[in-house]
């Protein structure tokens, strides 16, 4: 059974940080595209960023470049989400997901496995 538990989350102020985990278990991760998307109150779910299996591609929504890096270590099944000079409007849950191909999409329909999120808030 595959599972992704993100960890991480909390509350921080304007201009701090926080780094999020994604943890899968069920399968082999270096197999996969891992991406992070974000949903607010109200909102619909958007995409965060990506990376290909090998970590050699990286790509991000144009609100976060700069300021968030994802990257990831197979060997410890485990992706990450650093982001650094939080803003509020970064305040939603944030969810790791697995792709349905080893390359880079932006695209939710193109994730098969998804965690359960974790709350960030981020206060003005």
């Known amino acids: 059974q ?58 991000y929504t144009d609100s976060v470049k700069g300021r968030f890096t994802i990257s990831r270590v197979n060997a410890k099944n485990t992706v990450y989400l650093q982001m650094n000079s939080l803003k509020p409007e970064d305040t939603a849950v944030y969810y790791c997901a697995a792709a349905l191909k080893a390359g880079t999409s932006s695209r939710a329909p193109d ?11 981020v206060s003005s």
């Open 111 to 121: 994730y098969a496995y998804w965690g359960q999120g974790t709350q960030v808030t």
């Open 2 to 59: 595959v599972q992704l538990v993100e960890s991480g989350g909390g509350l921080v102020q304007a201009g701090g940080s926080l780094r999020l985990s994604c943890l899968a278990s069920g399968l082999t991760l270096s197999r996969y595209g891992m991406g992070w998307f974000r949903q607010a109150p109200g909102k619909e779910r958007e995409f965060v960023a990506v990376i290909s299996w090998s970590g050699a591609a990286t790509y």
